[in-house]
């Protein structure tokens, strides 16, 4: 989410995924060959049970979470999460991971920030945390000064917003702007407190940990309540648990649809199989090349490119990722056209999964 992403606009087949990666080889890159062992991540894929993740059998896994998803929920939030704790409390071990999302409303007028946000309540075997994330209107990532002059804007939208999520949550952190970057303090430095992508003009998040895994249930839900009851995208993740543990995840709030995300290792032209067994709605990401673009433009500024292939519904697209633009903005579609041999269209990816 800290990139700018753009994307094919036609629904490609496998034939034109492999000539694209060939027309990367002749400009001098070095894309995955068919036989390339890859790793595809897989998202979104929806299944009636569980047990319906043996349609990977055939391909090594690993990093595999069960999603309950409810979309326009109504609901008390409290009463959510502490079921699903109370489940986990049976089943936690080591490599047991539960979480809870929701969003929250910021208060005010924001001009660089959704005033919607996302918390998420969540449970390990030692511990329980709260992680609350902002998401900017525009992503403008390190390094890059298209939007100097609005960073005193979103810097101080980003600390008030913080203050006020600290505020209802009642945590022992400090919000202060030092250096022109936010920065995090924790008052009691036995509890661990981490900030992520605090520099870039784009998503930002912090996730506070407590010994004490009740902890965080009541201000979580106190939080939640900021939306003031409109429909909300409720999220569960659920992670190295039994097929047993997840029948009984399901029976907390009967009616969530359920849905697999993992990592798939794989050579890259079986992607179209690995596609097949997780149709009809499963999205599969795998990377066909990387590169720096000055590789390609020398006399541009510098930046990480990925070319990335994207499976859904039957067909492919091709996604170009980079950590900044090297290019002026009105030359960069022409540019990256040239690149993959079709057309793109500028395509971020929406702020919270």
């Known amino acids: 989410m800290r990139e700018r992403r753009w994307e094919t606009r036609l629904s490609l087949g496998f034939d034109e995924i492999l000539a694209t990666a060939e027309r990367l080889a002749a400009q001098g890159l070095i894309p995955a060959a068919p036989a390339k062992d890859v790793i595809c991540y897989v998202e979104e894929w929806e299944v009636r049970a569980p047990e319906d993740f043996d349609h ?16 326009g929920w109504h609901g008390d939030f409290f009463l959510l999460a502490g079921g699903y704790h109370t489940v986990y409390q049976r089943h936690q071990s080591v490599g047991t991971y539960c979480s809870v999302s929701h969003p929250w409303r910021l208060p005010g007028s924001m001009a660089t920030h959704h005033s919607r946000s996302m918390l998420w309540l969540g449970f390990r075997h030692t511990h329980g945390f709260i992680r609350v994330r902002l998401q900017t209107i525009d992503v403008v990532t390190p ?46 430095t036995r509890m661990p407190l981490f900030c992520s992508w605090p520099d870039a003009f784009g998503p930002c998040q912090f996730e506070y940990n407590s010994p004490d895994a009740f902890e965080f249930l009541v201000p979580a839900s106190r939080l939640a309540a900021t939306c003031g009851g409109e429909p909300a995208r409720v999220r569960a993740y659920l992670t190295g648990f039994s097929e047993e543990a997840l029948d009984e995840f399901q029976a ?32 599969l990401y795998a990377t066909l090349c990387e590169f720096q673009t000055q590789q390609l433009v020398p006399d541009g500024t510098d930046a990480s490119a990925i070319v990335g292939i994207v499976g859904a519904e039957g067909g492919f697209q091709l996604e170009v990722r980079l950590n900044r633009a090297p290019l002026p903005e009105d030359e960069m579609a022409v540019w990256l056209e040239r690149v993959v041999g079709m057309p793109v269209t500028y395509a971020p990816l929406p702020p919270f999964p």
């Open 56 to 71: 990977l059998d055939p391909w090594a896994t690993e990093d595999v979470t069960l999603v309950h998803l409810r979309d």
């Open 143 to 188: 390094g890059e000064t298209r939007a100097d002059d609005r960073r005193a804007l979103w810097l101080e939208e980003r600390q008030r917003a913080f203050l006020s999520a600290i505020a209802v949550l009642e945590v022992p952190i400090d919000a202060v702007i030092e250096k022109n970057s936010l920065v995090l303090r924790g008052a009691d």
């Open 252 to 283: 907390v709030a009967p009616g969530a649809r359920s849905a697999y995300r993992c990592s798939v290792h794989c050579p890259l032209d079986e992607l179209p199989e690995v596609l097949r067994a997780i149709a009809p709605a499963g999205r």
